[in-house]
C-alpha cells in the first residue's frame, strides 16, 4: 500500500516542481509542467502512436483469441495440448522474445525478408522505416496477446453449462445461431474484462519501443510510457515526467470507465 | 436420411478442418521459438548467407558456449531467482493474513479498507515508478535485491484473489475450531490456507512469472552488471551485438527463455488456473 498510494499522491506532487532528480533543490512551478505538456509535440506523438498500437493490437488480439478459444475448446482431450502451444508466447520471457523477433526482421538476412525474397517480392524495413516500425511492433504485440486472450476466453467458455447449448439445438438452432445467440451474450463478462485489461496493457506498452527501436525512427515509436522514462530517467525532467505519468494514469481511468458505462448494458451476468 | 448421411459427413469433417485450423495457426506461432532454436545452431558463416535455409546444415554448440564463458549466466539467473522469490515470499505472509481479515472478520472500516485495496490493482506500475525511483534512491537501495523488491512487497490482487477464495469457506468450520479454543491465528493457518492451497499456488506461479519477467523496474534500479537480472542482462547484450552475433543472442535467448518456459510446462494447468482466476475475478 505503501507503495502505491502514497506515489500515487507524490507524483501529483512531483508533477508540480521543476526538479531534475539529482540536486537537492526543486521550485514549485504550479501548471507549468501540464502547460508544457500540452503544447509539447513529443505528447501528441506518443498519445498517437500509443492509441495506434492499442488500436492495432487490443480488437485483433480479441477476434482471433475468441476464435481460437471456440476451435480448441471442442477439441476434447487434446485441449491442454493446443492450450499450451498458443500459450507459450505468454509464457516466455518478453525481452527474449523480443530479441528474436529484432532477427526475424532484420532487413537482409531476417526471416520475414528472406521469405519475400523467395517469392520474388521486394523487402520491407520492417524496424527502419518510420512507416512500418509501429505496425512491426503491432504484429509481436497480437502474436503475444492471442494465446494470453484464448486461455481467458477459454475459461469463460468453461463455465457456459452445455444445457444451454443442447436447449438451443433441440429449438433448431444451427451453430452459426447458436454461436450469436448463446454463446456470445454469455460469454460477455469475459469480454468485458478482456478488452479492459488488453486495452491497460496495451496502452502501456514501454518493453518493445525501448529494446527494438528505442522510440526511433524518427519518434514513429515513441509511446507515452516510453517518453515518461525517457524524460525522468534520460533528461532526468522528473516534473515533466511525472506531469505525463499523471496524465496517462487519468487516460487509463477514464478509458477504463467508458469501457465498462458503454458495455454494461450489453453484458449478461448469469 | 439424406440428411443424417451429411451429418454423418459433417461430424468428420469438422475436427479435421479444426485440426487443420489450429495447426495452420500453430505454426505461425511456433514460427520465433524455431527461427530462434535454429539459429542459436548455426555457426556464423551460415547464418550471413542469403538463401533461406531452415536447419543447420553443421550443428554447433559453439554459441552457447561463447555465450557461456562470456557473461556470467548463473549469476544473473540468481539475481532473477532472489528477487522474483523475495517479492514472492513476502507477497504470501502479506496477503494472507488480508484476505482472511477481509473475507472472515468485522471491523470498523473493513468495506472501506478493502476498496482501497481493490483500487491498487488498478493503478498502473508506471505511475507510481517516479516517486518509488526517488524512495529507493534516498534509502540507498539502488542496485539491491531490496530495491529490486521493494514495490512489490504486497499484492493488491492477490489479497483480492485469496479472499473470494476464503469467502467459499463456510464459516461453520471457523466456529467448530473457535470453540475448540484455537484463535484466529491458529484458524488462518491450521484451517483457511490449507484449503485455500490452490488458489495459493496459482497466485504464486503467477506472482514469480510475472517478476521474473519484469523488465521496467530493473531497468531504473539495477546500475551494475552484476546485479542484473535476466530480462536485463539480454537486453543490454543485445545492445552490445545487435547486428553482429545473431548466432550468440539466440542462444542467450534460449538460455534466457527456457527456465520459465520448463517451469511453465511442468506447473501447465496450475498456470492457466491462475491466468483464469486473475481473467475471471480480477
Known sequence: MVFVYIPVFYSLYLSLLRWNLMSPRSTFVGTANYERLMAAPEFWNAFANS??????????????????????????????????????PAASTFIAMAIVWQWIYHPSIGLFNQGLAALRLSPIPWLDDPRYSLWSLIIIGNWQAVGYNMVLFLAGLGNIPSEMHDAAAVDGADAFQRLRHVTIPVLSPTTLFVLIISSIRSFQMF?????????????????LVYVIWQQAFQFFDIGFASALACVVFVMLLAFTVLQMRLFASRVHYQ | MILSGRRRARRLVAPAARTLVLGAGAVVVLTPFVWMLMTSLKPPQEIFIADFRLLPANPTLQNYASVWHGAPIPRYLLNSFVVAFLILVSQLATITPAAYAFAKLKFAGRDVCFYLVLGMMMIPAHITMIPNFVTVHRLGWLDTYWGLAAPFLTSGFGVF???????????????????DGAGSWRVMWQI????????LLAFAIFSFATHWNDYFWPL??????????????????????????????????????VPLLAFFLVVQRRFVEGITFTGLKG
Not at chain 1, 207 to 223: F, I, M, N
Not at chain 2, 192 to 199: G, H, R, S, T
Request: glycine fraction near 8%; aromatic fraction near 8%; avoid cysteine.
Open chain 1, 51 to 88: 492509441v495506434l498500437y492499442l488500436l492495432g493490437t487490443v480488437p485483433t488480439s480479441m477476434v482471433l483469441g475468441l476464435a481460437l478459444a471456440l476451435l480448441v475448446h471442442r477439441t476434447g482431450v487434446l485441449q491442454g495440448f493446443w492450450r499450451s502451444v498458443y500459450f507459450l
Open chain 1, 207 to 223: 518493453d518493445l519501443a525501448k529494446v527494438l527501436t528505442e522510440g526511433g525512427p524518427v519518434r514513429s515509436t515513441e509511446v
Open chain 2, 161 to 179: 484473489l485469496l479472499r473470494q477464495f476464503f469467502l467459499t469457506i463456510p464459516d461453520s468450520l471457523i466456529d467448530a475450531a473457535r470453540i
Open chain 2, 192 to 199: 483457511m490456507v490449507p484449503l485455500a492451497w490452490p488458489a
Open chain 2, 220 to 257: 531504473l534500479v539495477v546500475r551494475t552488471k552484476t546485479m542484473q537480472t535476466i530480462p536485463l542482462a539480454l537486453a543490454s547484450f543485445q545492445n552490445q551485438e545487435a547486428g553482429t552475433l545473431w548466432g550468440e543472442l539466440m542462444a542467450a535467448a534460449v538460455i534466457g527463455v
